[in-house]
């Protein structure tokens, strides 16, 4: 059910375009993929040469919501869950980037942008993962 006082297309929409041009220039400024899980990895294991510009665009990530709340408000964050299960989805999200080689931004921006069939396959196997995930705790488990 669509939470109609808290739609926000115009907003949504506006993101959407901002990322998809932040990964286009990307790409075409330093030839690489706007994936988060290849960045960090990047930082992880370095290779000499090849770590400032990984850490800047990090340090962008994390400061970003930090300008913006200089700006104007930051959406409430709401999180249904406990600890325990924070933690288990968060190995499980990390268990299932380093099997698909790669994150949603990754594969679901740049790689279907890219026309990529292992991106294609990654996307749907991650949101029809997400999406029968949603409908057994939800619609089963409650």
Known sequence: MIDWVNFTPWASLA?????GLAAALFILLHGRVMGI????????????????WRFA???????????????????????????????VAGLL???GTRL???CTSGHGVC???????????????????????VFVVRHLLA
């Open 111 to 133: 790689g279907l942008a890219r026309l990529s069939p292992r991106s294609l396959v990654a996307t749907l196997a991650f949101m029809g993962s997400g999406f029968a995930t």
């Open 15 to 19: 993101g959407g375009v901002l990322i």
């Open 100 to 102: 698909g080689s790669g």
């Open 57 to 87: 665009f990090l340090i962008g990530v994390l400061t970003a919501p930090v300008l913006w709340s200089l700006v104007g408000a930051l959406p409430e964050a709401r999180i249904d869950a406990d600890f325990a299960t924070l933690v």
């Open 93 to 95: 999200v990390g268990v």
């Open 37 to 52: 899980s290849g960045i960090l990895g990047g930082v992880l294991h370095p290779v000499p040469g090849d770590t400032v």
